[in-house]
């Protein structure tokens, strides 16, 4: 993979995880575990280039997210969305996910991403929030997206390397 500064990346950030959806990885090469995303952002904050990325406290990378420094988001082409869709739908805690999707664990600048992946964005955790129902303007996003009243809590990390194929 090649090294670029994130501006030149030439996707829509949107897009991004829209469209392709994203794998989040935290851990070492010893334990690590990732899950799918496909809500997410791309953006400029406290004058940093960042990711926002949201984890629901019980799935398995909340542990690994909250405990590491770092974390990755990686994009893959169309031929990789079955096995984005195996590692949305089942837990790290009871399954390998690598072994079962043929995805490549790969140790990169002290997080874990996968050989696969198109772009992967090495993320350095700034701040989180958990989400609080009682800001939803919208009160429809409360009923639709969190029937079980399970919120995220969402992760603010700077982008401090992207990498592409």
């Not at 004058?47 to 019980?58: A, L, T, Y």
């Not at 955790?125 to 009682?134: C, G, R, S, V």
Request: charged share 30%.
């Amino acid at each position: 993979m090649k090294e670029i500064n994130i501006k030149e990346l030439n996707e829509s950030a949107v897009s991004l995880f829209d469209k392709r959806w994203a794998l989040i990885t935290a851990g070492n090469e010893s334990s690590w575990n990732t899950m799918t995303a496909s809500w997410g952002a791309l953006g400029e904050l406290w004058n940093k280039d960042v990711c926002f990325c949201f984890i629901r406290p019980q799935r398995y990378t909340y542990e690994f997210t909250e405990k590491e420094d770092f974390f990755t988001l990686s994009f893959f082409g169309e031929e990789y969305r079955k096995a984005l869709v195996y590692c949305g739908k089942n837990s790290g805690r009871d399954v390998d996910k690598a072994s079962e999707t043929g995805l490549t664990p790969k140790a990169v600048d002290g997080s874990m991403s996968f050989e696969e992946a198109e772009i992967v964005l090495v993320c350095k955790k700034l701040a989180f929030q958990d989400i609080n129902p009682e800001g939803f303007i919208d009160r429809t996003v409360d009923s639709t997206c969190y029937p079980d009243k399970d919120y995220h809590r969402m992760y603010i990390g700077e982008i401090v390397k992207c990498y592409v194929k």
